[in-house]
Structures are given as structure tokens and as C-alpha cells.
């Protein structure tokens, strides 16, 4: 029997560490590996993107649905390049993702060789927790480990690069000798708590509050229960980042959904008028949607002392895990008596809710967006995993879609790339092939990554128990987010060279490729299009041809601001400007008439 190569020993050190997948693309930089990989029975698997960069965004949508790191793979000089944005995606939204790169040979290295690429000047930012370069055999068990140990650790990318010939070498194991660096795989769970000093500090803030809002973000989503109880003693609203969506079930009647510019009025008002504010989990960074500095006492929680305190004046900053800290903090706090600040954050969800109802329900041309994801929001099974692109749809997602059940639902939340929601998608349903998954995308993003991976999903459909994943298709012609952008912050029309798209007939593709396609231009349609993706045997896509004139006001808007840059906003073309002003004021107060009444 041949003896074991670099490359062999790669791909058992991550099975001992229990990676199942990887999400690549191959090249002849790793083509030791693929060699490797072929030998080892695809275990773990190797699960082939359509570019390195929906590869990596793949793996970050594993890691964040599975909750263990994800692992990409791609060859040297441009396969290294690709991979750079989904690294900067579970860099900024902190996910654990370990990269392994190919590099050119050592020999050549320093040659001006083809693909020859300073890749540690090319990741040094991106995977800073740890980037390390495996020269020789020996050296690869510690630079493996430490990079999955790091990421899990830091929450954070990481990279090994391994050059070519590298690959290929015999492996031995560091010898018990000076200047070898032996290595080990276990890594035991480790909880970090602050002192009892600082916890009984910001008990004492928060007792001391009449009217308590609390921010959650993802950093709380193993806390859901203890922040149900914090929230319940406190008589507190709950609003969430959008990375945090998930971690309450909106239908609990003082969680307020999300909060920002794509976020709720209640949102809004809960922090406008809160006197305390308890920070759980979330480095949210637009401070103008917290309460105005001096109002409220604060207290924030997060696990990473380098982060905290950044966004807010807090009082008491509390290092630790979610869970545990609010575990220590529950006993020291004194129960509400006093509900009426409860009641007025349920009585605003209850007006913002037909507020949003009453605007899904408006006539558009030819369909509402905001009917779209308001209609899917009472079919979605209580086990979905939703994924939602950047731009306009992004704002739908947020408002519209009701989090209940074990629902799970993520995006880029702070990088905001296009491209990511069908990847995440893909990645969900290796983390849980027995679930449904959908994916919320523009058009944009659809003509950027979507559509190319369409074809993954038809290539490994087959082995997900529950073969549903749906892709829907905001169809507006329009890079809408932007657009709109340009109108509220420019105070002009869009610039139609970069702005209009083609009307793509991403049914007819999804059909091409085996799959369902349905394509939607009239409203009367939009259930049913539903209830058929989501009773598919297999993935679906659902063109829906949605109106870009349908504003996505922000939570604070007013009327002065509305009509400031009204006159460009409705139809592109040959009408009066005047009426067109008077025609979409028109339109935003038919559609948001509890908005708008004051700050």
C-alpha cells in the first residue's frame, strides 16, 4: 500500500475533526487534493459550486444554518481571487469558515509563474485570525488544527494555503524534536461569564427602568429562552437586528421585528421612546435608530471584548456568552408591575401589522413586491429556512416575513452582498437536507450568482431528504434598492445605463434545467404559485414580475421627505412632473396612513 501523501492527511485530519462537507471548485493548484479526495471515497464530501465565490458564500450559509464552521476549497491565482468575497461575508457577519488554497509550487514561487499570487498579501485582512502557508509535511497537523480551533474560537475565516508539490510529498508527522510543533485535535467547550460585580451593576440599571427596550442580534441565538425571561421580568420590547431575526418568534406580542432602515415602525418607537436599552448579542452600527444619547441607561452583553461598547454610550458592558451572562443577571432583577409600557409596544405591532397588510394589498403593475412575501408568509412551513438577497427584497423579508416555529433566516447583514441568498440556500439544505428552504432574490443578484447556481441545486438535489428549495424571483427590471437610493439620497432619477436590467425568463432557464419554473404576472396568481413551489419534488423557481415604483419607506419617514424627491419616482418617461409629485404622495399616504404622524 502506497504510503499516505500531504494531501491524504488533509482530508483525514477534517474528518477527525468531523467536517462532512466542503463547497469548491477545482483547479490544478489542488489537484493533489482532488487526487486525494478520489482516494478517500469524496469523504468528506466535496460538494462543486459554479464559481469559488458562491463556493465560499455556500460554506458560509452551512456554517450559519448548521452552526458548526464551514470549509471551502479552490486552486491557486484566480480560484484564491474568487473566494475573497465570501470570505469578507463570514468575516463581517463573524462565522466560522476555514479556506484551503492551492499555491503555485515551491520551487517556482518568486518566478512571476502562472497563477503565482502573494497569497498571504491577498488574505492577510480577510483571514488575519490565522493564515499560514504548510512548507513542509510536518507542519501541517498544528496549521490545520489551529485553523479550524481559530475560527471556531474567533468566529472568524481562516486560511491554509498548501502549494502544489506540497500536496503530493509523503506525510510525516512532527518528530518529538526541537523546533517540530505537534499538534492535537480535541477541543473541549469553554463559556466565558462576567464578574458578579459587573452583572449586579447592570441589574441595577435595568430594575431601575420604567420603560426597558432590548436589541437582540445573532449573538443571542442560543438565548432565546433566557432573553424570553429577561424580557418577560423587565416588561421589555424586543426588537432585532436582521441578523438576529431568527432567534424570537415574532408572533410573541412585544417583539418587534426588526429594527433600521429596512426595519418596523414599532422598532423605531420602542427605541425613541425607551429610558433603558438592553444590547444582547448584536454589534447593530446605526446608532441613529437607538435612543438619543443621554434618554436611556444602558447595558450591553457580547462575547467579544475587542467589540464592545462601540455603538452606544452603555454604562455597564458585560464580556460573556448570551446565555450564561443572562442566566447570572436573571435572579438580580425585579419583576415589572407596571404593564402599560407593554401595552403600547403590543398596541404599535398590532397597527404596524395591517399597516403592512394594507400595503401588500394595494394594486401595482402588474404585482406588488410586497404581496409576494406578504402572501408567502402565511404558507411558509414552521421548520423553513429563509434566505433573503441584498437590495430591495431584503426590505420585504424583514417586514413582512413572521418568524415562528424553528424557523431559521439569514442574509448578508453586514458585508450586504448581492449574490449570496441562493448560495446560503444551497448551503441550508446540506446543514438540513429533512428541511424546506427558500431563497428571497432580486434580479440582480438572480443575473449575478443566482442563476448559475440553479444548476448546483439541480446536481445534488437528489440527496436531500426534503428535496424542496425555491427560489423566488423579485422580477422588476430594475436595480431597485439602488434606484431608490439615488432618488431619497440624490434627489434625482436613476441613471438608466446602470440601473435598468433585462427581463431574464428565469422560469424558462429553471425548466431548462429540470427544474419547476413558474412565471407570475398577475396578482390572482401569487398563492397558488406558492402552495406549487412549495408542494415541488424538487427545486422551483418562481418568476414573480414585480413593480418597481413600490417605495420601501423607511420606519421614520415623513411627508416633507417623501415628496422632496417625488417627482422622478413613479414611471420613468413623458409625464408632468407636478402630477407625478402628486400622484405617488398619493400613493405612499394611501399606503401607510398610521405613518408618518410625528417622531
Given at each position: 500500500m502506497a504510503a499516505a501523501k500531504v494531501s491524504d492527511h488533509v482530508l483525514e485530519r477534517l474528518r477527525a475533526w468531523g467536517v462532512e462537507h466542503v463547497f469548491g471548485y477545482p483547479g490544478d493548484g489542488v489537484n493533489g487534493l482532488l487526487s486525494a479526495w478520489e482516494r478517500a471515497g469524496?469523504?468528506?464530501?466535496?460538494?462543486?459550486?459554479?464559481?469559488?465565490?458562491?463556493?465560499a458564500l455556500a460554506a458560509v450559509g452551512y456554517a450559519k444554518f448548521s452552526g458548526r464552521t464551514g470549509v471551502c476549497a479552490a486552486t491557486s491565482g484566480p480560484g484564491a481571487v474568487h473566494l475573497l468575497n465570501g470570505l469578507y461575508d463570514a468575516k463581517l457577519d463573524h462565522v466560522p469558515l476555514v479556506a484551503l488554497v492551492g499555491q503555485t509550487d515551491r520551487s517556482a514561487m518568486g518566478g512571476s509563474y502562472q497563477q503565482e499570487v502573494d497569497l498571504h498579501a491577498l488574505f492577510k485582512d480577510v483571514a488575519g485570525a490565522y493564515l499560514e502557508t504548510v512548507n513542509v509535511p510536518q507542519q501541517l497537523p498544528n496549521v490545520l488544527d489551529r485553523a479550524l480551533r481559530t475560527a471556531h474560537a474567533r468566529s472568524a475565516p481562516t486560511a491554509v494555503i498548501l502549494p502544489n508539490d506540497v500536496q503530493d510529498l509523503p506525510y510525516e508527522p512532527p518528530a518529538h524534536a526541537h523546533k517540530m510543533v505537534p499538534s492535537s485535535l480535541d477541543a473541549s467547550p469553554?463559556?466565558?461569564?462576567?464578574?458578579?460585580?459587573s452583572v449586579a451593576r447592570a441589574a441595577e440599571v435595568l430594575n431601575a427602568g420604567e420603560r426597558v427596550a432590548i436589541l437582540i442580534g445573532q449573538g443571542a441565538s442560543r438565548a432565546a429562552a433566557e432573553v424570553a425571561r429577561t424580557a418577560e421580568l423587565l416588561g421589555a420590547g424586543v426588537a432585532k437586528a436582521l441578523l438576529g431575526k431568527d432567534v424570537l418568534?415574532?408572533?410573541?406580542?412585544?417583539?418587534?421585528?426588526?429594527?433600521?432602515?429596512?426595519?418596523?415602525?414599532?422598532?423605531?418607537e420602542l427605541m425613541r421612546d425607551c429610558d433603558t436599552l438592553l444590547t444582547v448579542g448584536s454589534n447593530f452600527p446605526y446608532s441613529e435608530f437607538l435612543p438619543p444619547y443621554g434618554q436611556a441607561r444602558a447595558v450591553q452583553i457580547d462575547i467579544d471584548p475587542h467589540l464592545i461598547g462601540l455603538r452606544y454610550p452603555y454604562e455597564v458592558n458585560l464580556v460573556g456568552d448570551a446565555a450564561a451572562t443572562l442566566r447570572r443577571l436573571l435572579p438580580l432583577l425585579t419583576p415589572k408591575s407596571d404593564g402599560r409600557w407593554r401595552d403600547t409596544v403590543a398596541a404599535n405591532n398590532r397597527r404596524w401589522?395591517?399597516?403592512?397588510?394594507?400595503?401588500?394589498?394595494?394594486?401595482?403593475?402588474?404585482v406588488n413586491p410586497e404581496y409576494v412575501a406578504h402572501t408567502l408568509d402565511r404558507l411558509l412551513p414552521d421548520d423553513a429556512i429563509v434566505t433573503a438577497d441584498s437590495g430591495s427584497?431584503?426590505?420585504?423579508?424583514?417586514?413582512?416575513?413572521?418568524?415562528?416555529?424553528?424557523?431559521?433566516?439569514?442574509?448578508?447583514?453586514?458585508?450586504?452582498?448581492?449574490?449570496?441568498?441562493?448560495?446560503?440556500?444551497?448551503g441550508a439544505k446540506f446543514a438540513h437536507p429533512d428541511r424546506p428552504a427558500i431563497a428571497l432574490v432580486g434580479d440582480g443578484a438572480m443575473q449575478m450568482n443566482g442563476m448559475a447556481e440553479l444548476i448546483t441545486a439541480a446536481k445534488y438535489a437528489d440527496r436531500?431528504?426534503?428535496?424542496?428549495?425555491?427560489?423566488?424571483?423579485?422580477?422588476?427590471?430594475?436595480?431597485?434598492?439602488?434606484?431608490?437610493?439615488?432618488r431619497a439620497l440624490g434627489g434625482s432619477p436613476p441613471f438608466e445605463a446602470s440601473q435598468s436590467l433585462p427581463d431574464i425568463p428565469y422560469a424558462d432557464f429553471a425548466r431548462s434545467l429540470g427544474l419547476d419554473g413558474i412565471r407570475v404576472t398577475d396578482p390572482a396568481d401569487v398563492e397558488d404559485a406558492w402552495r406549487?413551489?412549495?408542494?415541488?419534488?424538487?427545486?422551483?423557481?418562481?418568476?414573480?414580475?414585480?413593480?418597481?415604483?413600490?417605495?420601501?419607506?423607511?420606519?421614520?419617514?415623513?411627508?416633507?421627505?417623501i415628496e422632496a424627491t417625488a417627482a422622478s419616482l413613479l414611471r420613468r418617461g413623458g409625464r408632468d412632473p407636478h402630477l407625478v409629485k402628486q400622484g405617488l404622495k398619493a400613493k405612499v399616504q394611501e399606503m401607510l396612513p398610521d405613518l408618518g404622524k410625528g417622531r
Open positions: 469524496d469523504r468528506p464530501r466535496f460538494l462543486q459550486a459554479r464559481h469559488e465565490e458562491t463556493a469553554w463559556t466565558a461569564v462576567p464578574d458578579d460585580d418568534s415574532d408572533e410573541l406580542p412585544y417583539v418587534t421585528g426588526a429594527i433600521g432602515l429596512l426595519g418596523t415602525r414599532p422598532s423605531y401589522r395591517t399597516v403592512m397588510a394594507r400595503r401588500a394589498a394595494l394594486a401595482a403593475d402588474p427584497v431584503a426590505n420585504w423579508y424583514a417586514r413582512h416575513l413572521t418568524m415562528r416555529g424553528t424557523m431559521r433566516g439569514s442574509l448578508s447583514g453586514t458585508l450586504a452582498t448581492m449574490g449570496c441568498a441562493v448560495p446560503y440556500a444551497i436531500w431528504t426534503d428535496p424542496r428549495l425555491v427560489v423566488a424571483v423579485w422580477n422588476n427590471g430594475d436595480l431597485n434598492q439602488v434606484s431608490w437610493e439615488l406549487a413551489a412549495l408542494a415541488s419534488d424538487g427545486p422551483a423557481v418562481l418568476d414573480f414580475r414585480t413593480d418597481p415604483a413600490v417605495p420601501p419607506i423607511p420606519p421614520h419617514a415623513e411627508w416633507d421627505q
